[in-house]
């Protein structure tokens, strides 16, 4: 281990030009394991629509740009923006994924201490949702209205209270043709 940090200290690698590189901080024993720290350069980077061979990343200048209300936050889509505001419990694309990968990740997974928890957040509020909307739908297949849309609104989801209450009204406005099935007597 000393060889290899020893060989690496004698021989640095050559940067490539203009190439943003972390400078090690420091690194110590920790828990009977080696732990790294460096410092990362603020970069920034910016969409590029030409050949992929003339892409670079420059060091940023200044702070960060604030995003302008109304905008949609970078890297997401609409859709994304909108499913995120409509229910607590329902996940976007990039959240569902966070979650497959590093809800129940193991030691040797890429994902980092904070994915790990913030994946366990959103699965255990995503079964809250779930367990919430199973309840409010066996309330409404008993055609019991009032309780469904109770049982939606005590867990906080609005959206699934929505639901339920134009569900029920929908119901009640459009009758259901029922009609009893008499076997023949025999």
């Given at each position: 281990?000393?060889?290899l940090?020893?060989?690496?200290?004698?021989?640095?690698?050559?940067?490539?030009?203009?190439?943003?590189?972390?400078?090690?901080?420091?690194?110590?024993?920790?828990?009977?394991?080696?732990?790294?720290?460096?410092?990362?350069?603020?970069?920034e980077?910016?969409?590029?629509?030409?050949?992929?061979?003339?892409?670079?990343?420059?060091?940023?200048?200044?702070?960060?740009?604030?995003?302008?209300?109304?905008?949609?936050?970078?890297?997401?889509?609409?859709?994304?923006?909108?499913?995120?505001?409509?229910?607590?419990?329902?996940?976007?694309?990039?959240?569902?994924?966070?979650?497959?990968?590093?809800?129940?990740?193991?030691?040797?997974?890429?994902?980092?201490?904070?994915?790990?928890?913030?994946a366990?957040?959103?699965?255990?509020?995503?079964?809250?949702?779930?367990?919430?909307?199973?309840?409010?739908?066996?309330?409404?297949?008993?055609?019991?209205?009032?309780?469904?849309?109770?049982?939606?609104?005590?867990?906080?989801?609005?959206?699934?209270?929505?639901?339920?209450?134009?569900?029920?009204?929908?119901?009640?406005?459009?009758?259901?043709?029922?009609?009893?099935?008499?076997?023949?007597?025999?």
């Amino acid at each position: 281990m000393i060889g290899l940090m020893l060989a690496l200290v004698v021989a640095p690698p050559a940067p490539a030009p203009q190439a943003v590189q972390a400078t090690l901080q420091s690194c110590a024993m920790e828990q009977d394991r080696w732990v790294c720290r460096y410092q990362v350069p603020n970069i920034e980077i910016i969409p590029f629509t030409g050949d992929a061979s003339e892409l670079e990343l420059t060091p940023r200048t200044g702070p960060a740009p604030s995003p302008v209300p109304g905008d949609t936050p970078a890297g997401t889509t609409p859709t994304e923006v909108a499913a995120a505001g409509s229910e607590a419990g329902i996940l976007t694309e990039r959240e569902a994924g966070l979650v497959a990968r590093c809800a129940d990740a193991g030691w040797m997974s890429l994902c980092l201490p904070d994915d790990r928890r913030a994946a366990r957040s959103l699965r255990d509020r995503q079964v809250a949702y779930q367990t919430v909307q199973r309840s409010v739908t066996g309330l409404l297949a008993e055609d019991r209205c009032e309780e469904a849309i109770r049982a939606a609104l005590d867990g906080g989801y609005l959206g699934l209270a929505r639901e339920a209450r134009a569900f029920c009204a929908a119901s009640v406005a459009e009758p259901v043709n029922v009609q009893a099935v008499v076997p023949p007597a025999s």
